[in-house]
Structure formats: C-alpha cells, structure tokens
C-alpha cells in the first residue's frame, strides 16, 4: 500500500488524479488494500462492492473528486441494485436491493467519486453507538473496547482508521457529530434544507431534524464536499438560503473577531458532565480567545428546557412507526415489533400510541423551542455557540446498547446535540481534545441558521492552530 494516502485527505487525492500522479483505479485499488487490511479489526464495513468500484473507476467523471474513494452508510443513501438494510435484520435476512439512488448519491457519483460500499449502523439510526443484531458492533480504531459513537459510527471508523478519506453520514439527533466526536474527526451538520433528502420522502421524518453529508478528516473536504450535496433539488420542502459563494472558498478567510458563548456542562437539570468534556471546552475557549475572538460564558436559555427530550422522543417514537410500516410496504409483507430490537420495539409500541394531536403539539412545541433558541443569535448578537458534543467520553462496547438500561445511559450523555437538530442550525464537531487513554473528545460549534460560511472560517481557523490531523489511532491503514 501506498502509505500516503492512508492519512491523505480527499482534496488531496483529487489532486493527485488531476496532476496525473495516480489514476482514479490505482486509488481505488488503494482504498480496498486499506479496507482488507483493518476492517476485520473494527467491522466498520458491511457490504463491498470492490469489483463493482474498479469497473467505475476506470470510467470516473471528471468531477471535482474524481476517483476518490468514498463509503455509504448504510442508511439514508439507497443505491439502486445494492443492498440496504439500515441496520435492520429484517431487511438484512430479506436481501433487500434499492430500487433507486438518492440524490445524494447521484450527486457524489457525478462529482467523481467511486463508491466502494456500505458501512455497519445502529437500527434504523435510533441510538448513538453503532451496536446493531444485525451485524455486531463497530469499534475505535482509537480503542477497539470503545464505541465509534452513531448512529454514523461504520462510517467514522472507516474515516478514522483510514479505509478512505471521507464517508456519508447523516444526522438526526447528533448522528454526525457524535461519531465524529468519538473518532477523533470533522463532522459538520450543515442547515435543515442544505442537502436535499430526496426522491424519497425523507423531510418531515422526525419533523425535518434529518440531514445528511460526510465525516472527514479535514475542513477543507467537509466544506468541498458540501458544495457537492448542496443545493435544491425538485419538490424539496426545506431549502437553505443559498450560499454568497462555494463553500470550499470560506476555507482559511479570516473570520474577524467573533462573540463566542460557551457552555461546559448539561444545561438541563438534573444531569452531570464527565470533567474530561468540560476541559475540553474550556481549552477550546482559551484556543478561540487566543485567536482574538470575544469568549464569554453564556448561552441559549432553552437549552435548559426539561421538556425537550420528551418533545422530541415524541417525534422519534412516531417516525418509528411510519419507518416500520414503510420497510413492510418495501419488502411486500409486515414487519412485527418482535423482529426489532428491544429498544426500538419499544418505541414502536408508543408511538402506536401517540394521537395524530400529540404528535402535531409536540411539532408545533419544537416551532416555539426553535425560534427562542434562535434568540441568542439574533437578539443577545452571539455568533457561535460552543459546547461538548456528548457529556462524557466514548463508552464502552455495550455500555450504549444494553436493552432498557442503554437508552437511560443515552439520555445521559445526549445533552448538547439534538436540540439543534431541531432548530435547524448547521453545527461542527471538532477534534480538539483528548482523554489521558487517548480517546478523542470532540467541541461543538454551532452558527445561526444558514450560517456555514461563518463555521467552516473558525473551524479551518482552529484546525490551523491544532494541528489535530497528527494524532494516529491505535488501528490504522
């Protein structure tokens, strides 16, 4: 294998193909050497498509990636004849094949890049360590006895451990950031409405709080490769205001001086933060305030709010319902709540539950929540927000998905992410710390709706005065 590409960003592999250094099949060839080499270790991929992405690579449009090669997450990203089974053994026993590619991936492929497969997931995404029945759990190449984080936790791991240099994610309560957090990497959720969920009717799941793009190990190929999924697609219901200019061009600007709160510690009472997490925070406002931004302890009052969580389970204990019903119509027979695993059974049974007056009080609560979070941004003038993305390091394997007593530790430590899932903002994780074992801790930063120009300039601006990109995991390619 050749040892450059193992660390070397998808920016960079573009630019190798561009120059004529190596073709779109010599890093492909690359990639899939690097993918036999560690995926036994961690399981982060399920499905291969190796034969497959040779034929393509040697036909690779001449995109902006060209070449480069890139893993789905095996939820969200259907391709039409490949397996998808969103981490459900149902599907998984079943065989089932897409019938259709999203826009999404439609858009990856003709931007360049060569698809080499599906990475490992939780259970239709409904938890935030990758743990699933259906094909055990992903590990950290930072700690193999640790969780990756999810529900993008396959993905995370293929990125960390350097299989390739960028995988899809996706987010609905902190299912970018967390793995991101946990694996030492860039994990930007970008605004509701940025990247069109399409053809699917994916947008009022979970009350629009879903949206997808990649993990990476660099700013500068999470701000690429937004630029390759941004943008309104036909029939969108959400649809971001557009940017003033590519993202991939707010990369190293000078942000200027920013008014930055910060907050280290679960807002909401009654709940406790690992010292680790608040450090972290702590060092990064240093970090910023060195940088010459405005650091002051502060932030949104509603982040407080107990009713939040219950709001929001609403939201996802009725989408289980409809998800279920919808893998029954695609497999062309029922699904029981006893062919799912424990937790989620659950969440069926009470979102069966749930009067269609619940559901809509609980949308319309999330619209009153949304426009007091926004509050601080436009009426107290702060320009981001930081904050832990968990409570508390990556857990151990099976700390997460114990059925019944994982979920009360989920809640524990999801105290910071899903709320702006909610509002809809565009939000970063940042691997900016480490625990004395050498797991990764990430800070979140979180912008004004719309407002990714202004993420990407800060986190280039911190990755330049971090240098995180220099701490290998204990697997690697």
Same mark, same amino acid.
């Given at each position: ?49 190796? #034969? ?8 690779? $449009?001449? @995109? ?162 937004? #630029? ?19 993202? /991939? ?20 009472? @009654? ?6 997490? /608040? ?99 436009? #009426? ?7 904050? $832990?993305?968990?409570?508390? $390091? ?9 059925? @019944? ?73």
């Amino acid at each position: 294998m050749d040892e450059r590409l193992g660390f070397m960003d998808a920016t960079a592999q573009a630019q190798l193909v561009r120059d004529g250094e190596m073709s779109p099949s010599e890093l492909v060839d690359e990639a899939i050497a690097r993918i036999e080499a560690v995926n036994d270790d961690l399981n982060a991929v399920i499905h291969e498509r190796f #034969d497959a992405a040779r034929k393509e690579a040697l036909n690779a $449009p001449g @995109g902006p990636f060209r070449g480069v090669p890139i893993l789905l997450k095996d939820l969200g990203a259907p391709m039409a004849g490949e397996p998808y089974y969103a981490g459900t053994r149902v599907a998984k026993h079943a065989g089932y094949r897409a019938t259709h590619s999203s826009y999404l991936v439609q858009k990856l492929q003709r931007a360049g890049f060569v698809v080499l497969g599906r990475t490992n997931c939780p259970e239709l995404g409904t938890t935030i360590t990758t743990e699933p029945l259906s094909y055990g759990p992903t590990r950290n190449p930072h700690s193999t006895d640790h969780t990756t984080g999810g529900s993008s936790g396959g993905s995370a791991a293929a990125v960390a451990s350097g299989m390739v240099p960028v995988a899809h994610a996706n987010d609905g309560g902190g299912s970018i950031r967390i793995p991101a957090s946990c694996c030492g990497l860039v994990g930007l959720k970008p605004s509701r409405g940025r990247v069109s969920p399409g053809p699917d009717p994916a947008e009022s799941g979970w009350a629009g709080s879903t949206i997808d793009h990649v993990l990476s190990r660099s700013v500068r190929d999470s701000a690429g490769v937004l #630029d390759v999924l941004a943008g309104e697609m036909p029939g969108d219901f959400f649809v971001a205001p557009p940017p003033a200019r590519p993202f /991939a061009d707010e990369v190293g600007v000078e942000p200027g001086g920013l008014r930055v709160g910060w907050l280290d510690h679960p807002a909401i009472e @009654g709940f406790e933060g690992h010292p680790d997490n /608040a450090r972290a925070v702590r060092e990064a406002a240093a970090l910023l305030e060195s940088l010459g931004h405005r650091v002051e302890e502060a932030h949104p009052p509603a982040l407080g709010d107990p009713d939040f969580q219950r709001n929001f389970l609403v939201l996802v204990m009725t989408a289980m319902v409809v998800d279920v019903t919808a893998w029954g119509e695609m497999l062309g027979r029922s699904v029981s709540p006893e062919e799912l695993e424990p937790d989620n059974a659950l969440f069926y049974q009470i979102g069966e539950t749930i009067p269609g007056a619940t559901y809509l009080t609980s949308v319309l609560w999330c619209e009153t929540y949304r426009r007091e979070m926004a509050k601080f941004w436009a #009426d107290e003038h702060f320009d981001l927000l930081l904050t $832990p993305v968990l409570a508390h $390091p990556p857990a151990r394997i099976g700390e997460l998905s114990e059925p @019944g007593v994982g979920q009360e530790r989920v809640v524990q430590t999801l105290q910071y992410t899903a709320q702006f899932n909610v509002t809809g903002q565009p939000a970063i994780s940042l691997p900016l710390s480490f625990t004395e074992d050498g797991l990764p801790i990430g800070v979140q930063l979180v912008a004004a709706y719309g407002r990714e120009d202004l993420l990407l300039r800060v986190a280039s601006q911190l990755e330049g005065a971090a240098s995180w990109r220099d701490h290998l995991p204990v697997v690697h390619a």
